[in-house]
């Protein structure tokens, strides 16, 4: 079985730009989470989606949104790119969201790179 | 606000050894802990989750405990391999939704 599919692998752009990111859950899986990792640190919690509605939101701008699909597929958008937007991004699915006891399987990440 | 602390930062130890890595997180209200390995320029493998009325979690060489009253995990690895080298994350959740990480412990196992 797939696990979780991330679209591109790598991404380079340059500051003001936008960029979107893609990810596929684990068949099945209906919560789609975001996170972001830095160089040397842990991730850090962006959003949660389930059933296509945000349940969570950790401490980033508005600048962060995302949305998920029908086929429970999600993007995540970030505007007006600054430096310290680089880091991979990591997304995470899970069976269900909200306050449930199942574990988030993660997939590669995209490595985004801000010149 | 919930921190999540890894002890030691980095680890180095010969083929075959028995070693544990630590988590201690300080807010106890937690859903669940989660240990992850991460290999360089990869994503997250999840290795092992304790729901908040467990003790501990076993699988293969691997066994995690979680003591909720005083903030503590642990990640037992038993006959270490160098393919067991990695960054090793632990992560609460104390919202049942998003995982709180610490900074991960780099394990390096030599032949």
């Known amino acids: 079985d797939a696990g979780v599919t991330q679209s591109p692998t790598h991404l380079i752009k340059t500051r003001g730009q936008h960029v979107t990111l893609r990810c596929s859950p684990i068949?099945?899986?209906?919560?789609v989470s975001w996170y972001q990792q830095v160089l040397g640190q842990g991730p850090q919690f962006i959003f949660q989606y389930y059933e296509k509605e945000e349940r969570g939101r950790g401490n980033f701008p508005d600048r962060f949104s995302a949305r998920q699909f029908p086929n429970y597929s999600s993007e995540l958008n970030v505007n007006a790119l600054l430096l310290g937007d680089s880091a991979l991004y990591l997304c995470?699915?899970?069976?269900?969201?909200?306050?449930?006891?199942?574990?988030?399987?993660f997939g590669d990440g995209t490595r985004l790179s801000i010149l | 606000k919930q921190e999540v602390t890894q002890i030691p930062a980095a680890l180095s130890v010969p083929e075959g050894e028995n070693l544990v890595l630590n988590c201690s997180f300080t807010?106890?209200?937690?859903?669940?802990l989660q240990w992850f390995r991460q290999d360089p320029g990869k994503g997250l493998t999840s290795l092992l989750l304790?729901?908040?009325?467990?003790r501990e979690q076993t699988s293969g060489r691997l066994n995690a405990s979680l003591d909720k009253s005083s903030g503590r995990s642990t990640l037992y690895i038993a006959a270490s391999q160098p393919g067991d080298s990695a960054t090793y994350l632990c992560a609460v959740s104390n919202s049942g939704y998003a995982l709180n990480f610490g900074k991960g412990t780099s394990l390096l196992v030599t032949p």
């Open positions: 807010d106890s209200a937690i859903y669940n």
């Open positions: 995470a699915s899970s069976l269900v969201g909200g306050r449930g006891n199942q574990p988030q399987h």
């Open positions: 304790i729901q908040s009325s467990q």
């Open positions: 068949s099945g899986h209906k919560s």
